[in-house]
């Protein structure tokens, strides 16, 4: 072989590389078991001179403060286009996105306990073995907490204090509880609102309130229906029992007062915190707090409870001002899944195609609005990819938690989001979001295209949950351009968009990463 072949043969090489690179995928792996990403170098460095001037002014790393509402959809909050248009006004919502970042392509888990799960491991709920909400009757064949290693523990172990205010969901056995697995506190209810109500409320469920036999069989599979107190390596006490719907309508008012006494607390201690608040509200059953009023034009129970929701939020903001902490407070505020149609009236509302337990838009796209007064710019809005996991990251990097502390043994999906969110005019380092349901990988969104290669379809209007099909798509994945279409119905098809093999690609290789990081099953069901 000619010296002049060899060096076409390689000039060809380096092109195919050069032009496989230059394609749509912008991400570069660093480690093996880490999600690629976008690197972001010049926004980087804007950010963490931001943050040193910051720490060097206060003294101390910023706190943390999450706040998840349950099922609410992305459509509710005014910011979202819902408000008082749909008969919730959220005045306080509404001035968080107006003071900070809206986020309009958040993405959570299609289901409750997967998402919660997985903004605190940093991991697809595929990986810890936590696929699905754990409901009443669910034995478990394993503690899926016994080999994690949880946000709350690495900044525990990292100086803060931390704390998890009401719905938990993540499992209510000893070890699995938020103070086994690294908070200091907890303060909540181990699992959702309709878990603890249906033993209270003989409207809705009377074949088991009003039937003492099937009432005593319950009672041996049941939830805890005790708000709950435990403090990490000390006691765990009942402080109430939910013994009416009543009760139930109070709750997050109970919760809400507790988280605000502990930043007030917090922000005169040494130590930063992190706050982890979870709403019990918006999710079904919904019951009005009795003693707040009416607060909603349209009188429904849901929307009763998205305008307390609101009422809260604007409370914390509130604190934290007054407390003198706002200007050294990350505060991300967002949902868990998308609304539960299943239950509808009682449910949300999403402008999106599907619903909470699919992994089409309505499932999984959900408001994320970042504020943090001083430190990001008022009124940015952005369209770009935030994976709820990336919280998982981007606190770590706030706290000054290396990722070196992390294992090498697992496979990790977050990325640290800190540029995107605090610079201001940061671009998310998040190349592609993957799709799951239980054991199942279904689908993959890049920029505005979404390929679907399976699909949950409801068999009965609204009936996402309780009466849906999986099912795999035909020849062709179906791929959508979610800026022409974001109602996903109008596939643009194999033979009219260029970028199908990419998404698909992403797809599979995002796939083939539990060949050498296996999945871990606890008994919910691979
Ligand atoms: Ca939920």
Not at 359 to 379: D, L, N, Q, S
Not at 476 to 504: C, S
Request: one cysteine or more; charged letters at 25%; proline letters at 6%.
């Amino acid at each position: 072989m000619k010296i002049n072949q060899v060096y076409s043969i390689l000039l060809g090489l380096s092109l195919v590389t050069s032009i496989a690179h230059a394609g749509l995928d912008r991400s570069v792996r660093t480690a093996e078991n880490r999600e690629p990403a976008i690197p972001r170098p010049e926004q980087d460095k804007v950010v963490v001179a931001k943050l040193a001037a910051l720490e060097k002014k206060s003294g101390k790393k910023p706190n943390i403060l999450w706040i998840v509402v349950d099922d609410m959809g992305y459509g509710d909050p005014g910011c979202y286009g819902g408000g008082a248009a749909i008969g919730a006004a959220t005045p306080n919502i509404d001035d968080l996105a107006r003071g900070g970042l809206k986020l309009t392509s958040c993405y959570a888990q299609q289901t409750c306990t997967p998402t919660r799960s997985a903004i605190l491991t940093g991991r697809i709920p595929f990986r810890t073995g936590l696929t699905r909400p754990i409901l009443s009757g669910d034995k478990l064949t394993k503690n899926p907490w016994a080999d994690e290693l949880s946000l709350a523990r690495l900044l525990s172990d990292g100086g803060y204090y931390t704390l998890l205010t009401g719905k938990w969901h993540v499992g209510e056995a000893e070890g699995m509880r938020p103070h086994d697995v690294g908070f200091d506190e907890y303060y909540g209810y181990y699992s959702a609102q309709k878990e603890i109500s249906q033993r209270v409320d003989p409207r809705r469920f009377p074949d088991l309130v009003n039937d003492p036999e099937k009432f005593k069989a319950f009672e041996s599979i049941a939830s805890d229906d005790h708000l709950v107190r435990g403090f990490k390596g000390g006691k765990t006490e009942e402080v109430s029992q939910v013994k009416s719907i009543e009760d139930m309508g109070r709750a997050d008012k109970v919760l809400a007062d507790f988280t605000i006494k502990k930043i007030k607390e917090a922000a005169k201690d040494d130590k930063p915190f992190f706050i982890e608040h979870c709403f019990m509200k918006v999710h079904a059953d919904n019951f009005p707090n009795p003693d707040l009023g009416s607060l909603s034009a349209a009188k429904y129970y849901y929307k009763e409870a998205v305008a307390e929701v609101d009422f809260h939020v604007g409370e914390f903001m509130k604190t934290l001002d007054e407390a003198g902490v706002l200007e050294n407070t990350f505060v991300f505020f967002t949902s868990d899944n998308g609304p539960q149609m299943d239950a509808w009236p009682d449910a949300g509302y999403t402008p999106f195609r599907g619903a909470k337990g699919t992994t089409f838009e309505g499932g999984v796209r959900i408001p994320g609005i970042a504020y943090w007064k001083g430190m990001i710019k008022p009124g940015r809005v952005s369209d770009d990819l935030f994976d709820l996991m990336d919280l998982f990251g981007t606190s770590l990097n706030l706290a000054g938690v290396s990722t070196d502390k992390l294992p090498k043994d697992r496979y990790y999906d977050f990325i640290d989001q800190t540029s995107f969110l605090l610079h201001d005019e940061g671009e998310s380092a998040r190349e592609a979001v993957y799709f799951w349901w239980g054991g199942e990988l279904m689908a993959c969104r890049m920029r505005e295209y979404k390929a679907h290669v399976k699909v949950v379809l409801p068999q009965s209007t609204h009936m996402q949950i309780d009466m849906s099909v999986l099912q795999n798509v035909g020849l062709a994945p179906w791929l959508f351009n979610l800026y022409i279409d974001p109602k996903e119905q109008l596939p643009v098809g194999h033979r009219r968009n260029a970028w199908l093999a990419t998404v698909v690609g992403k797809l599979k290789a995002h796939g083939a990463t539990f060949k050498k990081y296996p999945p871990k099953d606890i008994g919910l069901g691979m």
